[in-house]
Antibody, heavy 120, light 109 residues
């Protein structure tokens, strides 16, 4: 059974760095074809793809956010970490991590999401 | 503004057939397969269709997907009240960057 859960601060001040951790079970992030992605959703708005880290440590980032994002993984801890620098109130959103497959590029298991508010 | 274009809303009565479109370009949908997600109110998205027309285990067969050229469609046959949700199409581009549609809010009248 695959499960994922996001954790991190619920409130972050503008210009600070947001760090979110995705802790998962039921799979290995080093299994060929596996990717762990981050997706966010501002309140009342659409899903936005942020990035993904693949089993071979290849990483892809949203072009519009690439300069501010870093995704890393710790296979031994079954964790994937998202760092977003210089946050702004526009980054207020529910952040999801999800298990996916490189072939087909789909996310078949999602965490419950964590709401992050950026405000002074 | 989303890369993939979906109608913001759709509606139907129970039992009806509803179609939701997703329009992209030659660099995304035109080249890669399309996935669809269902997001029920106040819940995380759920994979509904992958690789254009494949249903994950547990997804009813009244949900179907198709793709032609740079557009894709999700069809719900025999609409049910529990299908009221937001639906998102997704794919990726030539740089392996994921893209989502703007979402379609489906109302069951």
């Amino acid at each position: 059974q695959i499960t994922l859960k996001e954790s991190g601060p619920t409130l972050v001040k503008p210009t600070q760095t947001l760090t979110l951790t995705c802790t998962f079970s039921g799979f290995s992030a080093s299994t060929t074809g596996v990717g762990v992605g981050w997706i966010r959703q501002p309140p009342g708005k659409a899903l936005e793809w942020l990035g993904v880290i693949f089993w071979d440590d290849d990483k892809r980032y949203s072009p519009s956010l690439k300069s501010r994002l870093t995704i890393s993984k710790d296979t031994s801890k079954n964790q994937v970490v998202l760092k977003m620098t210089n946050v702004d109130p526009a980054d207020t959103a529910t952040y999801y991590c999800a298990h996916g497959w490189f072939w087909g590029y789909y996310f078949n298991y999602w965490g419950q999401g964590t709401l992050v508010t950026v405000s002074s | 503004q989303s890369v993939l274009t979906q109608p913001p809303s759709a509606s139907g009565t129970p039992g009806q057939r509803v179609s939701i479109s997703c329009s992209g370009s030659s660099s995304d949908i035109g080249t890669n397969t399309v996935n669809w997600y269902q997001q029920l109110p106040r819940t995380a998205p759920k994979l509904l269709i992958y690789s254009d027309d494949q249903r994950p285990s547990g997804v009813p067969d009244r949900f179907s997907g198709s793709k032609s050229g740079t557009s894709a469609s999700l069809v719900i046959s025999g609409l049910q009240s529990e299908d009221e949700a937001d639906y998102y199409c997704a794919t990726w581009d030539g740089s392996l960057n994921g893209v989502f549609g703007g979402g379609t809010k489906l109302t069951v009248l």
